[in-house]
């Protein structure tokens, strides 16, 4: 009952500042049209009638316009989110080269996310040109720091031999790492190559792999304890 009431009288003071005008700090009024919380929904956004999206501390045109340039500034979520608006083509128009720039924006703050979806970019060539070394230098860095996608995308590039020396031991190693800290739904792939990895691999060399996977797993986790 209390948190009936309690949801009830928040629903009352929402109501109130339904009508209550939006004022920007320098003083122009707007619309408030929608509460955008993740980049998809940007498109219904867009239907409602909105002509101006800020994400946080950050605002874009979503036509395509020209970013604030106070953008320098701000979080590189906003920046990652703003990439991924770009890639998806969600609100504006799709535009790889863009995502790249916000992507690097962000990586270079350190966001994981961020450092490898720019690598992936660098790895296929969308909206850069294709460089597997700095892709493989991206997902190394987002992998150091113990995000499961870029270790598995380092891993295949070892494995391939793409943008850095070929290794199945360290394929293995990071594929490894990768498929034992991802989500159910991305297990099967990351396990896949993991197992044919562990069979490519003669005996001496596969029990090496899994006992740098064990290494950097203890080291990992005492580095975030």
Request: glycine share 8%; aromatic share 8%.
């Amino acid at each position: 009952r209390h948190r009936r009431s309690e949801g009830e009288l928040q629903k009352k003071r929402l109501e109130r500042l339904r009508h209550t005008p939006t004022v920007t700090l320098d003083g122009t009024q707007i619309d408030l049209l929608a509460n955008i919380e993740m980049p998809e929904d940007a498109a219904a956004a867009v239907k409602a009638g909105a002509v101006h999206i800020d994400l946080k501390e950050f605002r874009f045109d979503p036509a395509g316009r020209s970013p604030d340039p106070s953008c320098d500034a701000v979080h590189a979520q906003s920046q990652q989110r703003l990439a991924t608006l770009h890639y998806n083509g969600l609100g504006v128009a799709k535009d790889y080269g863009k995502a790249a720039a916000w992507y690097r924006r962000a990586a270079e703050q350190g966001d994981q996310l961020s450092q490898d979806q720019l690598g992936s970019l660098f790895y296929t060539g969308q909206g850069v040109t294709q460089d597997y070394r700095a892709a493989s230098s991206w997902f190394r860095r987002a992998a150091d720091q113990g995000y499961p996608a870029a270790q598995y995308h380092l891993g295949v590039a070892l494995y391939h031999g793409h943008g850095v020396q070929q290794s199945h031991v360290e394929a293995y190693r990071w594929v490894s790492v990768a498929a034992s800290r991802v989500a159910p739904v991305q297990f099967l792939q990351y396990s896949a190559l993991r197992d044919e990895l562990s069979r490519r691999l003669p005996a001496q060399q596969l029990v090496e792999a899994q006992r740098l996977a064990s290494d950097w797993q203890e080291a990992f986790g005492k580095t975030t304890r």
